[in-house]
Structure formats: C-alpha cells, structure tokens
C-alpha cells in the first residue's frame, strides 16, 4: 500500500500529538544547544591576557592569534550539531514539512543562543570586567566571545545554527520527498477512465 493511502488512513494527527511533537523538537534543540555550548568551552583555549593598571593586554603573538579560536569553534561545533539534530528531526517528523520548517528555524535559534550563553557562563570571566577593580599586574585567561559582523543585529556565526538546519532539512526533502499525489492521478492508474473523471469519457 502507498505512503499516501497509509496517511489518508491514519486521518490528520491529533492536536495532543501535534503539541507533543513541538514539545520534543524545540526542547531537543535547546539541550543540544547546551550540550555544544559544554563542549565549545571545554575544547576551547583561551588565550592569555595581562591587565595592568586598568587596562587589558595580550602576553603574547601567539595568544592574539587565538582571538578568533572562539568564534571558529562555535561555527564548526554549532554546524555539525544543528546538522544532526536537524536530519533526526526531519526524518521523524516526515508528513509535516510546513510545521517541520517552522520547528527548525525557531528550534535553531532557540539552540544558538543556548549555546553561547552555556559556553560563555563556563569560561572564563571578562578581562575588561576585571580591570576595572585591578591596578597591580595581574595575568587572566581571555573572556570565550563569538566576533563577526552583525546582519540585522546579529552576529553572523550565530547564523550558522539556522543555515545548517535548514540546508539538511532541504537535503531531505529532496532526498527523500513524501508523496502528495492528487486522488485523479491515482485514479488513472486504476484504469478505469469513468472513475478517474476525464473529460470525453464514455459512460455506459
């Protein structure tokens, strides 16, 4: 038996289903988004800084090149997670793209947030922050920051949570669409041309 003809069985899905679904999928996302902004922290090394009579510097060549390892380790770390967790979402919630599509974008974007403040409430503290209660020479690990330049008040790496998402989601549909065949086009293949509806048709 077809895919369509399993759906048009089973009926629309129940609201308690559907609730349930939006549940699962945004809260999947958020603790996924938790779980990168852990592991973003955990692999990333700060680099190190000296403050000294207020002001904030860095120690070496070597600690300013590792400015931009943060924002790096988001991107890589953010795309691989949004990617998986949109493939299983979208394989599980297959019949529903429109609702899908709206799940992941706001799902997403729920998770990039999640993660940058996880990954920045474990690292360390802003230097900057520090310096202005600091006189004396003091060395400090640099502050875990996400740099790029802003798209309508957004950072662009933050960007790449929805972006990968969506790019699976596109993939799959594709891939793997579901059938929406109209009842005519089955009907014609009934072989029967007086249920199948078309015109000029003999009806005995």
Known sequence: MSEQADRARRGPPAPGSTARTIVLILLAY???GAVAGVVWEAVWTPP??????????????????????GTGLYVVIGGITSALVALVVTLLAR????????????????????MLKVG?????????????????RTSVPGALTVQGKSVLGVKSPYLIWPMSSLLVLALVFFAWPTSHLPRLRHDMHSGDPREAGIPGARHG
């Open 30 to 32: 958020a603790v996924l």
């Open 48 to 69: 190190g800084q000296v403050i000294a009579e207020h002001q904030v510097f860095y120690d070496s060549y070597a600690s300013l090149r590792r400015v931009f390892s």
């Open 95 to 114: 019949g529903r793209e429109l609702l899908t599509l709206l799940l992941v974008v706001i799902g997403s974007a729920i998770a990039a947030a999640v």
């Open 120 to 136: 920045t409430a474990l690292g360390p503290a802003d230097p900057a922050t520090i310096a202005e209660h600091t006189v004396k």
